[in-house]
């Protein structure tokens, strides 16, 4: 009980220091007159602060943990059953104390229906995980259905479902979670998602999390458009739906990883943050994105990542602009992709520097692919494809990775050298070390800032 006390105390400590003055509130008085001993100096400093401190404390330790401090006092014997965040993970089943995986997953699925029986307060947040121990599996199915419907008839707020069945097997979210309302975080991985047909999404949902979830194409659009107060919204490697549509009024952070034929926004005044990894060179069938009308309904974007292969994706069958019909007025940070033998795809890069005028920070990261056709010298030239006078870029960070050395890509280092002149740093970052002949050029390239650096990160050899 010691070692509860002190994680306790521990814990007070770091209350304390965000400024919350907790221990002012402890006197020593419940101590009646007697030597206090250590145990009774840190149950006390601990028992008399407020409800509120108390429950902050709690929080922060593992369920196991919390439920332990009802034998300190009749005062702490029910505080744990009031707490509003329920985290189920592998704390709570250590394997060197538990023994054979069978009596693992047993107790670890009698806590979780203990608690749940016994907690008397609002649940706000619960996280179910196994962390790939398969301590939850095909077998567990009904338990955590069981779970689900307990949940959802007491309003919680936020959950978390993180468990990965043996076999590629997925786990179906039964209906009732679709008819809890008063959901406004859901985070699902490896999940299968079949919602009834009356189903038209969560109209307090402001956050979503789906990673390797499977999924109807037309019931994801249902889920996104018919959930009005969304904001956040993360999807990874997900199976049944290619095309990305998403319409969602008060959205400001999108990131999408897989494989996917498009992505369409419409309605995201709001969206400022989007982050893009096309995992997939190929088209799955028709790409029904492409460059300018990807930006169409990004009028706000602030940062935009775009990795992989979907600025390839963007700019299969068309012909790339010159700049953007509409530029990104907002745009201070762009992270991008490209494959530097490609003169399309260095159009394109051009083209989102020439149509971002307050871009800060920029990263471009070489894309190498095994069949690529080598640019010839007279092939291509900066400044040619800008085709109108040269305009000065508000770069301050620039960050050039996964380079080989190659003319185009020293072209492109040289070129953002010449025209940033308000640039303080640029970190080249070989996918190989550079050659003393090429580290001597990039040394020697003009920079139009006079107090621009080039830091240089070589690769670990071993």
């Not at 009646?32 to 006390?44: A, C, F, T």
Request: charged letters at 20%; one cysteine or more.
């Amino acid at each position: 009980m010691v070692g509860i006390l002190t994680k306790m105390a521990h814990m007070l400590e770091k209350i304390n220091r965000t400024g919350n003055n907790a221990t002012s509130f402890c006197n020593g008085d419940n101590l009646k007159g007697r030597k206090p001993s250590k145990l009774d100096m840190e149950s006390d400093r601990i028992s008399c602060l407020p409800d509120h401190i108390i429950d902050q404390i709690l929080s922060h330790l593992p369920i196991k943990d919390a439920g332990r401090t009802s034998v300190l006092s009749s005062i702490w014997r029910n505080k744990w059953s009031t707490q509003p965040d329920l985290v189920f993970d592998k704390q709570c089943a250590p394997v060197a104390t538990s023994g054979l995986p069978s009596v693992i997953k047993i107790k670890f699925l009698r806590m979780i229906d203990h608690v749940l029986l016994l907690h008397s307060g609002p649940i706000n947040k619960v996280k179910i995980s196994d962390s790939g121990r398969h301590i939850i599996d095909m077998n567990s199915v009904a338990d955590i259905d069981r779970w689900i419907l307990h949940l959802t008839k007491r309003s919680i707020k936020k959950l978390v479902l993180h468990f990965c069945f043996q076999f590629q097997q997925r786990y179906k979210i039964p209906w009732c979670l679709f008819s809890c309302q008063s959901l406004q975080g859901l985070k699902l991985y490896y999940c299968w998602l079949k919602p009834p047909t009356t189903f038209e999404g969560f109209r307090n949902l402001k956050s979503l999390k789906l990673k390797q979830v499977t999924m109807a194409q037309d019931a994801f659009e249902n889920l996104i458009s018919g959930s009005p107060l969304l904001e956040k919204l993360i999807l990874s490697d997900c199976i049944g739906f290619t095309q990305i549509n998403i319409h969602a009024p008060n959205m400001w952070f999108v990131e999408i990883v897989g494989k996917f034929e498009g992505i369409s926004f419409d309605n995201t005044p709001q969206l400022a943050n989007v982050f893009v990894n096309q995992t997939t060179q190929s088209r799955l069938h028709r790409c029904s994105s492409n460059l300018v009308n990807f930006f169409d309904h990004l009028p706000n974007i602030a940062v935009l990542v775009i990795h992989s292969y979907f600025i390839k994706i963007l700019l299969a069958d068309v012909v790339v602009p010159v700049k953007l019909p509409t530029p990104c007025i907002n745009l201070t940070s762009l992270s991008v992709c490209i494959n530097f033998n490609d003169l399309k795809e260095i159009s394109a890069g051009l083209c989102l520097l020439k149509s971002s005028p307050n871009l800060q920070v920029l990263g471009i990261f070489a894309r190498h692919e095994k069949h690529a056709d080598l640019l010839t010298p007279v092939s291509y030239c900066w400044e040619d494809i800008f085709s109108e006078p040269i305009m000065s870029f508000k770069l301050e960070r620039v960050m050039v990775g996964d380079i080989s050395g190659t003319k185009s890509e020293l072209d492109f280092i040289r070129f953002i050298l010449l025209y940033s002149p308000v640039l303080e740093k640029m970190t080249v970052e070989p996918v190989v070390n550079f050659t003393s002949e090429l580290m001597t050029e990039l040394i020697r390239f003009r920079r139009v800032s006079g107090q621009a650096e080039i830091v240089y990160l070589a690769k670990d050899s071993s």
